[in-house]
């Protein structure tokens, strides 16, 4: 777990994949990991991420597995992760129908777009600050 601690995420590499929760647990030799969702582009590329970093610690006999059940939801983002994705710029999932600004803290925002650099975040913006922000989407 801690080499994994250490791969980062491809598309937010201010997390790491535990962070994101990707990263269900290890069962033997494999590493279990959960797709953010199916289709992710990222998914390759992060299984290549894990792959390396296992290899380069001397654990080049353990496999990484997919888990597609259930599937992963925002819920599994650690506070570290959402801590971490709010001082990158990147307001972290929540239900609510408003948004925090992660620049200002203002929740005086409006969504712009539902999709915003990647298709798991939106286009937001803040009307106090008047800066744009890329919020992440709850699923
Ligand atoms: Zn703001």
Redesign the pocket.
């Known amino acids: 777990m801690a080499v994994l601690d250490r791969v980062p995420d491809p598309e937010i590499p201010v997390l790491s994949i535990t962070d994101l929760g990707i990263v269900r647990g290890i069962r033997g030799n494999r590493v279990l990991i959960t797709p953010t969702y199916t289709g992710c582009p990222a998914t390759l590329a992060i299984e290549q991420l894990i792959r390396d970093a296992l290899d380069a610690a001397g654990f080049a006999d353990a496999f990484v597995e997919r888990q597609l059940f259930p599937p992963w939801t925002t819920d599994w983002i650690s506070e570290r992760g959402r801590e971490r994705l709010k001082a990158y710029g990147i307001a972290p999932p929540s239900p609510s129908a408003t948004a925090e ?1 992660p ?4 929740t005086d ?1 409006v969504e712009v777009s539902r999709f915003g650099s990647t298709p798991c975040k939106a286009q937001w913006r ?1 009307k ?4 744009p922000f890329d919020r992440f989407k709850c699923h």
């Open positions: 600004c620049l200002c803290g203002s925002t803040c106090a600050c008047l800066e």
